[in-house]
């Protein structure tokens, strides 16, 4: 048992899940919380090599393959990072987990969803956010703040604009006690205040000792 809190922010590509967790991040800074920020696919030596793989425009794979290149890093992050902080009590911001493998993997590439669920728990042992946040945004808005960033396009990136629709459908569906939804059309200030306050509201009704 422990007092740690695991908050997952999730969405289609651009949502602004990056700059939503580094402004919370710079927020829980100044109210002195200790707090471990990672991103998926990512986060250790061989998660990082994994993403490197997954995201090559120069590769292609079966949708099974990718399915497990996913759920290999995740196991990884989860064992050597995210379970050891919250075991210390510290609060875990992560840029995506499960629910972003069943909005691409389910959703987009048509996988099984109890195959899917089925292995994501091998990967993670079970472990759930205590917070999930969703932003919704529409697919084609987010691509085009990609573009407009100057990053180039990586291979899922790259998938075309009817999987996406398709992904960012599997999120705007999703439901679930622990997970709420916001507009990521808003200013950047204005989702980051939006998530916040959700954050501060469960972090109030949470009990001292938590679920992991
Ligand atoms: N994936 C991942 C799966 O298929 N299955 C899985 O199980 C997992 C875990 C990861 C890829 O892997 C896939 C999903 C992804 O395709 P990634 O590089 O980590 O790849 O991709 P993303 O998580 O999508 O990260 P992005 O950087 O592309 O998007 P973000 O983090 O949502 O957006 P952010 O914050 O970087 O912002 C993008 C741009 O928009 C601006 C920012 O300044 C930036 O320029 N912006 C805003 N502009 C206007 N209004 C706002 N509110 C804005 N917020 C940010």
Same mark, same amino acid.
């Given at each position: 048992m422990n007092s740690g809190f695991f908050l997952v922010v999730e969405g289609t590509e651009g949502a602004g899940k990056t700059t939503l967790i580094r402004g919370l991040a710079s927020r829980l800074a100044e109210a002195g919380r200790d707090r471990v920020l990672v991103r998926e696919p990512g986060g250790t030596p061989a998660a990082e090599r994994i993403r490197a793989v997954l995201l090559d425009p120069g590769l292609a794979m079966e949708p099974v393959s990718e399915l497990y290149l996913f759920l290999a890093a995740r196991a990884d992050l989860v064992a050597a990072v995210i379970r050891p902080a919250l075991e210390r009590g510290g609060m875990v911001l992560a840029d995506r987990f499960e629910l972003s493998t069943e909005a691409?993997?389910? #959703?987009?590439? #048509?996988?099984d969803r109890e195959l899917v669920r089925g292995a994501n728990r091998a990967a993670t042992g079970g472990l759930e956010p205590d917070l999930t946040l969703v932003l919704d945004l529409a697919p084609d808005l987010g691509l085009a703040r990609i573009r407009n960033s100057g990053q180039a396009l990586d291979r899922m990136e790259q998938a075309g604009l009817e999987f996406h629709a398709r992904v960012a459908e599997a999120f705007r569906l999703a439901t679930g006690p622990n997970l709420v939804h916001l507009d990521?059309?808003?200013r950047p200030e204005q989702v980051l205040q939006a998530a916040w306050s959700e954050l501060a509201r469960r972090r109030q009704a949470a009990p001292a000792s938590n679920r992991h």
């Open positions: 691409y993997q389910c #959703g987009g590439r #048509g996988l990521a059309s808003q």
